[in-house]
Each structure stands twice: as C-alpha cells, then as structure tokens.
C-alpha cells in the first residue's frame, strides 16, 4: 500500500513539473497604455462635444424677454431633455441631458449651469457663471465616466445705436474620470480643463419677419494627467482640444389666428469644427477638420392662459455630409 501511495506521489510529482514551465510562460494580458489612453480620450472627446452644444447664450437674459423653457425630445433609445430659466433676468440657470441606449452602448450627458450678471451702464454687462458636468460610456465592454466643473466671467453688451450683441467668456475647471478597456479594473486620471467662446448676434426686421444672424466661435480643451497601468507602466498625459466655428441665422414670422397667437420659425446653421489629440492619442486621435450642418422649421402656439407650444421638424448634418439626420422636437414653455 505504501509503495502505491509513493507512486502516486511520484506520478503527481511530475505532472506538477510538467505543467509549471507551461503555467509560468502563460502571459497576464493587461490593457496596452495605447488602449487605455484611447478609452479616455473617447470619453474626453464626447464631454467636449455635448460641452459646447449645451452652452448658455447669455445674451437672451439681457436682450429677450421669455417664459421659462423645457424641451423634450424621447425615443425607445435616446432622448434629450433641456431646462431653462425665464429669460430678461439677471441670475439664470439652465440643465440638461442626453442619453442613448442599446444593448451594448450607454451614452449619458448631464450638464447644469447657473450665472449671474449686472449691468454697467445701458450697453454693457459683466457677470461670472459655474458649470457642471457629468459624462457616462458605456460600449464594447470599455466603461468611462467623468465629473467636471468649470468657472469663470463672462461679458456682453450691444453695439451702440445697432441691434448687434456681443458676449465673451473664459472658464478653467477640473474634471475627474474614471475609465476601464475592459470593464474590470478602474483606472482614475484627472484633467485640467478651459472653455473660451464669442458670440456676434444680430437682429433685423425685414416687414412681419424679424431676422436674427449669428455667428460664433469655441474653443475647448483638456490638459490630462499622467496615470498607472496595472502591470506598473506609467502613462503621461495627454491634450485633447475641439474648436468650433458656426455661422447661422434664424427668423420668426407671426401668423394671424383668432384662437391664438402663432408664429413660424426656422433657423439654418453651417458648424467647421477642428479637433486634435496629442500624446498617445496623436494616432488614434490626429489633427481632423470636419464641418456639420442644421436646417429646422417650427410653429409656435401661444394661448393666454395655457403657455406656449414649440414643435419642429429638423435635419442635421454629421461630419462632413449636409442633412443625413432628421428629428422631431415638442417644447411647452409656461410662465410661473
């Protein structure tokens, strides 16, 4: 019995000899820092991009006077949702977001912004806002998330004896992110962020119609910082801008109609955008120029009493094609 048992020992012996060159040799499989910096560069180049879509127009709470705002636009996969605060008033807020869901995607943006601003004279206005942000991305197994904030004046006015306006704004923050290429361990790496935009906006009355031209122009960027990978490999850090350059104009016509008042409104917007990576993401993510475009038409239903109505029609161009997307929009506004 003892000799069967020294045996077995032997045999087990050598299997265990055999197996270790074998178990020693297979390689643990970390994230390249390649994909790595590509999973929070993706999720640094959405927070840009919905960033300076969500920007307020300071301008409305100077020059307009408006019931308070809320835009929904819902699908079985995404949806949009917008607040904004009575315009005409001197602190405003504004929040929004944006989703979109699939059976491998998550895509979330949360954005909420409040200012404040005073006047300097009959022309002149100079206040300061704060902005936060939350990001979500979920897709192919790669997971990231962010929370930022930035800060910063702002200043407007209106070109003397003209309908043209003017604003200026400079925002620093900060953002932490958290990211995963493969859905397991969580990385943190945090990014300085800054904001610069101006806005030209003008305002013509051409009979019942009134014109409104604009152009503007944006510029935002993120200085990353360096982290570590789990095999010990440090990874610098990495920019990431995105400018913009849009020129647009929009008009509103009233309708006659004894049950309420309407308005027909429309507006045609052309976007050239440029972005670039530098770092490990100069490859993934090198210099690019692209331009979108927007094209819409709405009625406005405004009833004493109820509040107002918005719907309208849409078509939005990707990058680098003029109107390949089309959208509906209700908006109900009400003064409280």
Do not use: C
Not at 24 to 50: F, N
Not at 193 to 214: C, F, H, I, K, W
Not at 278 to 292: A, K
């Amino acid at each position: 019995m003892r000799k069967i048992s020294n045996r077995i020992a032997a045999a087990l012996g050598l299997l265990g000899a055999a197996m270790l060159p074998a178990i020693a040799s297979e390689p643990t499989l970390y994230p390249t820092a390649q994909e790595s910096a590509e999973v929070l560069g993706q999720l640094q180049k959405m927070r840009q991009d919905r960033l300076l879509a969500r920007q307020p127009n300071v301008l409305d709470y100077m020059f307009a006077n408006g019931k308070r705002q809320f835009d929904a636009h819902v699908t079985n996969n995404d949806g949009d949702l917008k607040y904004g605060s009575r315009k005409g008033t001197n602190t405003w807020t504004q929040a929004s977001t944006t989703w979109t869901r699939s059976d491998d995607t998550r895509l979330q943006y949360v954005f909420a912004a409040i200012g404040h601003h005073i006047a300097t004279g009959a022309n002149f206005y100079w206040g300061a806002m704060a902005q936060a942000d939350a990001t979500q991305r979920s897709l192919d197994g790669h997971t990231s998330d962010g929370l930022g904030f930035l800060v910063g004046p702002y200043v407007a006015g209106r070109i003397p004896n003209t309908e043209l306006n003017w604003s200026m704004r400079l925002m620093h923050g900060y953002a932490s992110n958290q990211f995963s290429p493969d859905g397991s361990i969580q990385r943190n790496a945090g990014s300085q962020r800054s904001l610069v935009q101006a806005r030209l906006q003008g305002r013509y009355d051409a009979g019942d119609m009134t014109l409104t031209p604009n152009i503007f122009a944006s510029h935002v960027q993120e200085n990353g910082e360096g982290f570590m990978l789990s095999n010990g490999q440090k990874v610098s850090g990495q920019r990431l801008s995105l400018s913009q350059l849009s020129a647009g104009i929009e008009f509103d016509r009233p309708l006659e109609a004894s049950w309420a008042q309407l308005g027909l409104n429309g507006a045609f917007a052309v976007v050239a955008q440029h972005s670039q990576g530098s770092g490990l993401l100069s490859d993934s993510m090198p210099s690019n120029d692209w331009f979108t475009s927007r094209v819409e038409l709405g009625l406005k239903v405004d009833r004493k009493g109820f509040g107002n109505i918005n719907t309208s029609i849409g078509f939005d161009g990707s990058e680098g094609a003029m109107f390949d997307q089309m959208h509906l929009s209700l908006m109900f506004e009400r003064q409280l």
